[in-house]
């Protein structure tokens, strides 16, 4: 719903909160993941596939974890538990990573911090979406989304910086890293309220007024969302992957699901963007410096492209963040040399800044409320699936024919994504009344 920029609702506090403990988190898990592949190589003498299959294993299982918690949150009602117990968890793996002793703890303990993130990520975004007013929806993912890159660049800045001061100790730097975890779940606890509306199952509150003055005997069957007692209604957990719940996510949502699916097989994973300035020469101890340059420019275009969705149509604005991936597809593929690099990586990260944060926020649009945290589930299920696939085709295609087929696969992919976006111009756009 538009309304005139005078009079929007300013961002709650909770979405500020929110934003910054995301920041803290990321700088927490970046201060260690920045430095994780080395450490296992040269620290603990673990081999290059043994670093592949403790990632790879991670992340599917954070895939598989992110599904089942937004649809936990659903079914209880309630979002904040979820998420602390998901930030709680990855402040608790970051002592194991200090404390390792081989290969196996460490694997031991990344599949505990990705779990947490599994956990937290569905119900987070589900937070944020009831806290915040539908007119301002757009700026409350852009901003929560700002906040986190911020961490995703200080991390690995803090990271380096500790390493030159203390001779590359890596178990110190992660020590530090506790930190800003501890941090992140405290500020969480203690700085954000869940909003009421977020545990009320929406069929309880229209219903024909007789049925509330049923005889107190009377209960429902077990597949109903409430049991009465006398007058008094009280909900009771329904379960969100039942068929009719599930039928009950409209075809906008299917939509989106879809198209950030195409989306994310055109954003293969940013360790490309690494290998291609390390073809270009750029020093190993300056490699860092990519990911953070990326992730500056996320930062300060997440924010603004956020609060330019509340005022226009949201599919409108995922035609110019397909055009920008695209032409950073095409000036990596271009050349290796540093000029060309940096354009490429900043205008990568320009790209996220502008579709990441409006991906989330049209899931928010076309999802029902009580289902939120479902929808959040599939659809990161279902991206993060791509973003596999993307990741196997692009390495796949960087061995047999080189950097450059890579990036232009990932041009055509942006085709295909704006393709769907073409062809399915109602269900992505945003309804006003």
């Known amino acids: 719903m538009s309304s005139h920029p005078a009079h929007r609702p300013r961002l709650p506090a909770a979405i500020w909160t929110l934003g910054f403990v995301s920041l803290l988190m990321d700088v927490s898990s970046e201060m260690i993941h920045s430095l994780l592949p ?23 299982t954070a895939l598989i974890v992110k599904v089942f918690s937004g649809m936990l949150s659903d079914y209880w009602g309630r979002r ?14 970051k002592p194991l990573f200090a404390l390792a002793p081989g290969a196996g703890f460490v694997f031991a303990a990344r599949l505990i911090d990705r779990i947490g993130k599994g956990i937290r990520g569905a119900p987070r975004d589900a937070l944020v979406a009831e806290i915040a007013p539908e007119s301002i929806r757009g700026a409350a993912f852009g901003l929560r989304q700002s906040l986190d890159t911020v961490g995703a660049f200080l991390g690995p800045l803090v ?25 992140a779940v405290a500020l969480l606890f203690l700085g954000v309220r869940e909003p009421e509306r977020a545990r009320e199952p929406p069929e309880r509150v229209r219903e024909p007024p007789e049925r509330v003055r049923e ?17 008094v ?28 699916a195409v989306f994310t097989l055109a954003r293969f994973s940013e360790a490309f963007l690494v290998l291609r300035a390390e073809q270009g020469g750029l020093p190993l101890a300056l490699v860092p410096m990519v990911l953070i340059a990326m992730n500056v420019v996320y930062s300060l275009s997440a924010y603004p492209f956020g609060k330019l969705s509340d005022s226009m149509d949201r599919r ?13 597809d095409l000036a990596l593929a271009w050349s290796s040399h540093w000029g060309w690099v940096w354009l490429g990586v900043s205008l990568w990260g320009l790209h996220l800044g502008i579709t990441q944060g409006l991906l989330a926020t049209m899931v928010a649009d076309a999802a029902p409320p009580d289902l939120l945290g479902t929808a959040y589930g599939f659809f990161n299920l279902v991206s993060g699936i791509a973003m596999l ?6 390495g796949l295609l960087w061995d047999r024919f080189g950097a450059e087929q890579t990036f232009l696969a990932g041009a055509v992919f942006c085709l295909a994504a704006l393709a769907l976006l073409v062809a399915h111009p109602a269900a992505a756009a945003r309804r006003r009344r």
């Open 233 to 260: 209604r009280e909900p009771s957990p329904r379960n969100p992957i039942r068929r009719a719940n599930l039928a009950r996510l409209p075809r906008a949502y299917w939509w989106v699901v879809a198209f950030g």
């Open 316 to 328: 409108a604005l995922l035609v110019p963040g397909l055009l920008v991936l695209a032409a950073a």
């Open 215 to 231: 005889p107190p005997e009377r209960v429902r069957d077990s597949s109903d969302s409430t049991r009465e007692c006398g007058s």
């Open 159 to 183: 990271a380096m910086g500790l390493m030159l001061l203390w001779a590359n100790d890596f178990r110190a730097v992660f020590w530090v890293a506790v930190i800003p975890g501890v941090l």
């Open 389 to 394: 696939a993307a990741s196997a085709l692009a």
């Open 80 to 93: 904040k538990p979820l998420a602390v117990l998901g930030y709680g968890l990855g402040a608790l793996s």
């Open 38 to 60: 080395v450490y296992l190589v040269v620290g603990l003498g673990a081999s290059a596939f043994a670093v592949g299959l403790i990632e790879g294993f991670a992340e599917a």
